[in-house]
């Protein structure tokens, strides 16, 4: 399994964020059935003030950059993406990977 960690700022405003959690506690199930087809095992967003970090663990040959690409072209992907835009401080317009930003581990207790 691979495990990748991202983060996004929200729009800084109380109402927004609160709409943003109760969308994603209504995610389109043709997004989570792409995410999986994709090679998503599991996602979890948390929330700290208008940040929020997400941690994605995918299949072993998952490739970021090959696979999100394809994410991003399956059923409603798009139409999910300019919805939740909305809700996000950055440009509406971008593609998901200008929006959430890839986290280096620095480090891990084994």
């Given at each position: 399994?691979?495990?990748?960690?991202?983060?996004?700022?929200?729009?800084?405003?109380?109402?927004?964020?609160?709409?943003?959690?109760?969308?994603?506690?209504?995610?389109w199930p043709e997004v989570m059935a792409g995410q999986r087809e994709v090679g998503i095992l599991d996602m979890q967003i948390f929330r700290y003030g208008n940040q929020v970090f997400m941690i994605c663990d995918t299949v072993d040959d998952f490739d970021w950059?090959?696979?999100?690409?394809?994410?991003?072209?399956?059923?409603r992907q798009a139409e999910w993406e300019a919805y939740v835009a909305q809700y996000q401080g950055c440009d509406p317009a971008a593609p998901s990977a200008d929006k959430w930003h890839l986290m280096e581990k620095i480090y891990q207790l084994v």
């Open positions: 399994m691979k495990r990748y960690c991202q983060t996004l700022s929200l729009v800084p405003d109380d109402e927004l964020i609160r709409k943003y959690i109760e969308v994603h506690s209504q995610v950059d090959r696979d999100m690409a394809r994410l991003a072209q399956l059923p």
